[in-house]
Each structure stands twice: as structure tokens, then as C-alpha cells.
């Protein structure tokens, strides 16, 4: 049987203690509560929304001008039910969590619901990896970077034979709601091992829920491993928590101390105490956990090494010598990959903080008006929770708890734009690596440390509110972009049914169902992850494209293979629209002068997307 | 420098540490068995949908896990979840590469290994539980 052994750590705040983690009787719901009646109305309005979406409404603003009032009304319900939960001396894990469930069903299910195809173009490439194990049993290391790190990719493709599906394209649109769930369950885990209180903890889950807008828990590598982090961290802070070493306890007394002006001591937080074969056991577990991310996925697990480091510095975490383990780990399957990254070093690793922090999809400085609201929604919501953390922080040190740890683990993200890049995504890494720990303080900031009282409804109520509807923006705003065309999906099919193998596909621009097919390494597959596009090339954008335009495209093409197709897409136009890089009509004047080409013919056509084929021999003139 | 103020202990957690409450444990048992049976079903009868991409879930996401933290002891509380969750997808995960990685793909192998190590170490772990649970009532 699991003991417990004390551990030093700084009190907790006085408002831990008044209201008891009565959640801890699960599956009592006891008395009949106001929540009772609200949670099905939230449920029905929102079923109702989703049938009187009209998706054809979806502009430049992305879903929301297409969402009916029903669903503002869903969520307004949800978030007043939530509060009144919070409201209570007593209410039941499950009803709390249950509100949870909902909060991530409701705005994440919306998509899968409303939406033919998963969305996001290039989640297809995820899906050829998969297709491609289920056909061959093995991986290529020489075909592309996912052959390299193909944790993912294999657990997917034996998922997929067990459920009797050929493909991950029927479910895969449900990710962000499997992995919501999961990530805010380890995420509640490792808040109770930080010792935040009941009701700061289920706020800060919300809050993570609601700010999330990253958009980094679809179909893929990196939403799988974040959720393995999440859990190695629960573990980590659960199982191997320790009383800091004494300069870090001084540091934290004068830190304390200097917030709220009075001398605090230092006292026991109790933490697990694990028999020899339970301690072997979970740190094996961990390890081969952390070996998992490893070979999943190519940023995560250095986001875990970090944050395990900003744990063990301070003697936190002990047995310090895990976090070597964590190095070695990683360290060893680099270097197993060293004749990958001779070649495609630039994906992993570049020493520009500047650069690894830009990221086109959002930036709020470039594309149509409603594109820059979509980026300052989520620069704004970013904020709002930064800003709320650090609130938090001060709350709860000046109410004489050590904020240390979720301080480190939020700032540690961050120095992980120093080494990394990754295709611009580094940011959306260091925010979603963050935001568990921000959410926290921010869930500190907006509790009452006593009773509840009017003041904090309002106060979380309205904070609540606005961080969801910029949420809403922030993460449906380019929804008009992400949206994947079936009409597209069948000129991909297509493609890769009919072509000619060894041929290479050119795309126009960025934001079509790439590589899904198991036999896509049959085609050129270039260094990066993505196909040849001409946009957002600067030598193709700002301009209408033409006629003058095929000899250059041509070159382009020949660049890669003497055989190649060319293709052009809604989606595409979308993007272009989107994000400002080319005047409107731009890509049909493209398509008319392709058509009327006698060097390029007309290889697949439907009401979403055209494929053109090379057919000259010799390079133009 | 003012006075120290006395505050007290924050309480203790139970859950945290994971104190076993026998009839969760027994459910959970019982649940998992039944993914197992129900997952071998199907795949047997080879039928598709939901169902058994829904059951599929529930093994891939719980099971292997589950029985590990029974076996070392591990299962009580949250931890319990939590390490039932971590190890599953892990297991999942890891075995499944090794077999890409040694290119010998047998997924259905994979999953009867599993399924039949689980259902051991359940199946070892019940009867205890299920005594316990019955004293408790």
C-alpha cells in the first residue's frame, strides 16, 4: 500500500483549507443542484446550433459569422451552469468534470459534426504515413522526416487495424476531442501535486480549454506527444516531487516574504511514498514513455527535458539523475537519426530566436481584415492569460504558497526558441507547453482565496466569457482555410491512382490534402515536409499569375523531376485570399492560361480543384 | 519584520496518493475485461463502425495500462488513471513501432499479446479486489 512521507514546501494559501476538496467523493452526486437543469439546456441549445450552422456563411472571419445564437446562447448557459458549481461548499468531481467534458465536446466537436473531412490539408500527409505502414509493416528512413520518427504513425496504423478501418480519415476529425480530454485529465493531476486549490484547478482547466487555440491537438505527432508530456510531467510531480534544496527554500521564504510584507514558514506537503518495486516501476514507466515521445515526435521531448531540468535545479524534483536519464534518451535517437538531419538539419535545430519565433498563420500583420482580427483574437487571448498568470503568481505567493514551480514550468517553454524552429511551429510549442502552467496561475488569479461570493462570479464569469469568445475567433477564424473540400480529396485520390510514379506534383499554393495516399512516396517526396508550392514564393505573390508565368513554373517543376503535374485548388485561392498573396482571380487567370497551353494538358477536373499535366519533353525556351 | 504567522498544513490528499477504494478497482476490472472480450468479438466477426472503433479506443487508451498498474500495485486514485493511461499508450505505442522498426507487422498478433497478458493480470488481481469489495458492503 501506498505511505506518505512530508515533504518542505511553503504553505498553501489559507483559502485551500476553507473549502475542503470535497470532489473527492466521486460519483456521489448527492442533492439535486441548479447545474442539474442547466448542463442538458446547454446540451440541447448547443445540438440545435450545430443543425442550424450553415457552413456556406463561413468569410474571411471563419466559422463564427456561421454559428447561429443557439450556440453563443450553449455556451453562455455552460459557463453560468460552471460558475454555480463553483458557487458551492461541495459539488461532486463528477458534475465538475462533466462541465469539462462538455466545455471541449462543445468546441471541438463542432468541426467533426459539421465538416465532411477532417480539417487542416495537411493532416493528409499524416494520414499516407499511416496508410503507408498499414501496407508495408516497416518504415523508410530515406523517404521523408514522419518515416523517421514514426511512434505516432505506428500505434495509429495498429489502432487502425484493430478498429477495422483502412484509413484514419472517418475518425481522425475527432482528435482534438480525444486528446482535449486526456490532456486535461494529466493536467488535473499534476495541479493537485502543485497543491493549486479545488476551485482555482477546475478554473484553470477551463481556462486551458478555452485557451487553446494553437490548434496543435488535430491528427498528429505533436498533439500525441503533448499528451504523453503532460502525463510524464503528472507523474513526475506526483511520484518524484521533493523538498527544494535549502538555497531555493530561502530564495522562496524571501520571495514570500517581500509579496506579503510578513514572515511565512515553511510546511510539510504530503506526497506519495513508494515501496522500492512501485518507484522501479513508475520510473520505467517513465522512461519508456519519454522514449516514446522521442521517437514521435521531434520538439516534445525536449520541452519535457526542459521543464524536468527547471524541476530538478532546485532539487524539486529527485532523484536529479531522471532528468540525465531524459537527456541520454533523447540524445541517443538524434544521433540515430544523424543521417537524416546531415540533410535536413534546418528542420530541427536553428539558433535564431528571431526567426524561430515567426509564424505566418498568426501573425495578425498579413492578410484580408478578417484574417488580422483572427490574429490579434489570439494575440489578445494569449495575453489575457499571460497577464491573469501572472496575477496569479502574486496572489498566490503573497498568500504565502510558492509559485517556483508553476512559474518555472510556464517560462521554460520559452527557451526553447533558441534552438528550435521547425517550420515556424516552435511558437505554437512554446504557448501550448506553457499554457497547462499558465492556466493555473491565471485559474489562482480569478478563485477567491475565502468564500465565494458575487464579486467572483462576475469576475470569473466575465473573464470566462471573454476568453472564449476570443477563443472562438482565434481558433475558427481561418476556418474558410482549413476547411478540406472533398472535391479536393478526390483530385488527390485521383492523382495518386493515375499518375505516372516518379513524376513530382507542383502545387500553386499552400493548403491541399497532400500525400494522402500509402503509395505517396512513389512521387517525388522533396527535403521538406510539404510539396513544391509557388506560393508564398515572393517571386510568384502580389501579382495576377499568367501565360508569361508557365515557362517559369515549368523550370520549377523540372527542378525536381523531368516529369510533373500542376494543380490548383479552392483551398488554394482560399489561402491566397486569406493571407493577402495574390490579387482575387489571380489562380483562374493561372488555370485559363494553363488550359490554353499546348505544353501542359488537362489530367483531372472537378468543381474544387484542376490537375494539369506536363506534357513537353523538351525544357521551354 | 512582522510577527510569523501560523498557518497550517494544506490537507491531505487522498486521492493523490492514491488510496484504493476496492469497488472502483473491481468495475474497472470488470470494465476492462469486457473491452478485451468485446474487442476480440468483433474483431473476429470482423465487423466495422463505431462500435468497435469506440471499444478499440477504450482498449488501446486503458487496458494494458490498467493491468500494469494493477500488477505493480499502482492502481489506486488518480495516479491509478494515470499511470493506466500513461503505460497503455505507451505500450501501444511502443510495441507497435518495434514491430515497424523490426519489420514484422503483425498488429492482431500484437493485440492478443496484449489482450491475453492483461487479461491475466486482471483476472490475478480480481479476486482480492472483489473480496475486499464485498467486505466493505
Known amino acids: 500500500m501506498i505511505g506518505h512521507r512530508p515533504a518542505a514546501e511553503t504553505a498553501a494559501a489559507p483559502s485551500a483549507r476553507v473549502v475542503a476538496p470535497a470532489e473527492r467523493r466521486l460519483g456521489v452526486l448527492g442533492r439535486f443542484a441548479v447545474a442539474d437543469a442547466l448542463l442538458p439546456v446547454a446540451a440541447v441549445l448547443w445540438l440545435v446550433a450545430v443543425r442550424q450552422t450553415d457552413i456556406g456563411k ?114 481522425a476529425a475527432w482528435a482534438p476531442v480525444y486528446f482535449d480530454i486526456l490532456a486535461v485529465l494529466a493536467i488535473n493531476i499534476s495541479l493537485r501535486a502543485l497543491a493549486i486549490p479545488w476551485r482555482a484547478r477546475w478554473i484553470a482547466l477551463f481556462v486551458f480549454v478555452i485557451g487553446n487555440w494553437v490548434g496543435q491537438d488535430y491528427f ?93 535545479v532546485p532539487g524539486l524534483l529527485r532523484p536529479r539523475w531522471i532528468v540525465a536519464v531524459l537527456i541520454v534518451i533523447a540524445g541517443s535517437y538524434l544521433i540515430t537519426r544523424y543521417g537524416f538531419l546531415k540533410t535536413h538539419g534546418d528542420l530541427i535545430l536553428s539558433f535564431n530566436p528571431f526567426k524561430n519565433v515567426e509564424n505566418p498563420d498568426s501573425s495578425p500583420n498579413t492578410g484580408v481584415f478578417g484574417k488580422i482580427v483572427t490574429g490579434y483574437a489570439a494575440r489578445a487571448l494569449s495575453l489575457f492569460i499571460w497577464v491573469l498568470a501572472l496575477i496569479g503568481a502574486f496572489r498566490r505567493t503573497r498568500a504565502g504558497t510558492s509559485s517556483l514551480v508553476p512559474l518555472g514550468l510556464f517560462f521554460a517553454p520559452f527557451g526553447i526558441i533558441f534552438g528550435q524552429e521547425y517550420g515556424g511551429e516552435a511558437i505554437y510549442r ?163 492560361a494553363m488550359a490554353a497551353s499546348k505544353r501542359w494538358k488537362l489530367f483531372y477536373r472537378n468543381g474544387d480543384a484542376v490537375i494539369y499535366e506536363l506534357v513537353a519533353t523538351a525544357p521551354p525556351k | 519584520m512582522a510577527e510569523p504567522v501560523a498557518v497550517a498544513a494544506p490537507p491531505r490528499d487522498d486521492a493523490l496518493v492514491g488510496r484504493a477504494d476496492e469497488r472502483w478497482l473491481v468495475a474497472a476490472d470488470l470494465a476492462s475485461l469486457a473491452v478485451i472480450g468485446g474487442l476480440i468479438f468483433l474483431n473476429i466477426a470482423d465487423t466495422g463502425g463505431v462500435v468497435r472503433l469506440a471499444v478499440a479506443l477504450l482498449f488501446v ?77
Not at chain 1, 522514449?291 to 527547471?310: D, E, K, N, R, W
Not at chain 2, 493506466?84 to 518495434?98: D, E, F
Open chain 1, 58 to 171: 463561413i468569410n474571411d472571419f471563419g466559422l463564427v459569422p456561421a454559428l447561429p445564437p443557439t450556440f453563443f446562447a450553449a455556451l453562455a448557459v455552460l459557463i453560468v451552469s460552471f460558475i454555480t458549481l463553483l458557487s458551492q461548499e461541495r459539488p461532486s468531481t463528477v458534475r465538475l468534470a462533466l462541465h469539462l467534458i462538455a466545455l471541449v465536446t462543445a468546441l471541438q466537436a463542432v468541426v467533426p459534426l459539421l465538416f465532411p473531412l477532417p480539417q487542416y490539408g495537411y493532416v493528409f500527409k499524416h494520414f499516407g504515413v499511416v496508410e503507408y505502414i498499414n501496407l508495408h509493416g516497416s518504415v523508410d528512413d530515406k523517404i521523408d522526416i514522419y518515416q523517421n520518427w514514426p511512434g505516432f504513425f505506428a500505434f495509429a496504423a495498429w489502432f487502425d487495424d484493430l478498429a477495422g478501418q483502412a484509413t484514419p480519415v472517418p475518425y
Open chain 1, 430 to 592: 512554446v504557448f501550448l507547453f506553457s499554457l497547462p502552467w499558465a492556466a493555473a496561475l491565471a485559474g489562482v488569479a480569478l478563485a477567491p482565496r475565502l468564500a465565494w461570493t458575487w464579486w467572483a462570479s462576475a469576475r470569473v464569469g466575465i473573464s470566462i466569457a471573454v476568453m472564449t469568445v476570443l477563443f472562438l475567433q482565434a481558433y475558427f477564424g481561418l476556418a474558410q482555410v482549413n476547411y478540406t473540400r472533398p472535391d479536393e480529396v478526390a483530385a488527390s485520390n485521383y492523382f495518386f491512382e493515375h499518375a505516372r510514379p516518379g513524376s513530382v506534383l507542383i502545387l500553386a499554393a499552400p493548403n491541399y490534402p497532400e500525400r494522402g495516399s500509402e503509395i505517396y512516396n512513389h512521387f517525388v517526396v522533396t527535403s521538406g515536409a510539404y510539396d513544391p508550392k509557388l506560393v508564398p514564393n515572393p517571386e510568384f505573390t502580389h501579382r495576377v499569375l499568367g501565360a508569361d508565368d508557365l515557362g517559369t513554373i515549368e523550370n520549377v517543376l523540372r527542378s525536381y523531376a523531368p516529369h510533373g503535374y500542376f494543380a490548383i485548388t479552392t483551398g488554394m485561392k482560399i489561402y491566397a485570399h486569406e493571407y493577402d498573396l495574390l490579387p482575387d482571380g489571380s489562380l483562374d487567370n493561372l488555370d485559363q
Open chain 2, 61 to 137: 487508451t486503458f487496458v494494458p495500462g490498467w493491468a500494469l498498474a494493477r500488477a505493480v500495485g499502482l492502481a489506486g486514485g488518480l495516479t491509478g488513471l494515470a499511470v493506466a493511461v500513461l503505460s497503455s499508450l505507451t505500450i501501444g505505442a511502443a510495441t507497435s513501432t518495434v514491430m515497424v522498426w523490426a519489420n514484422v507487422w503483425h498488429p492482431i498478433l500484437l493485440f492478443a499479446g496484449l489482450a491475453a497478458v492483461s487479461g491475466v493480470a486482471i483476472l490475478w488481481a480480481l479476486p482480492p479486489a472483489f473480496v475486499a469489495a464485498r467486505l466493505r458492503r
Open chain 1, 220 to 312: 498528429a505527432p505533436q498533439a500525441f506527444a503533448f499528451v504523453l508530456s503532460q502525463w510524464v510531467l503528472a507523474c513526475l510531480l506526483t511520484l518524484f516531487r521533493a523538498a527544494p534544496a535549502p538555497w531555493i527554500g530561502r530564495l522562496e521564504e524571501f520571495v514570500t516574504n517581500f509579496a506579503r510584507g510578513v514572515y511565512v514558514k515553511t510546511r510539510p506537503l504530503v506526497t506519495p511514498e513508494l515501496t522500492r518495486r512501485q518507484r522501479v516501476a513508475a520510473l520505467l514507466a517513465i522512461f519508456v514513455t519519454f522514449a516514446v515521445i522521442t521517437f514521435s515526435h521531434q520538439l516534445s521531448p525536449y520541452m519535457v527535458i526542459v521543464a524536468a531540468g527547471v524541476l530538478a
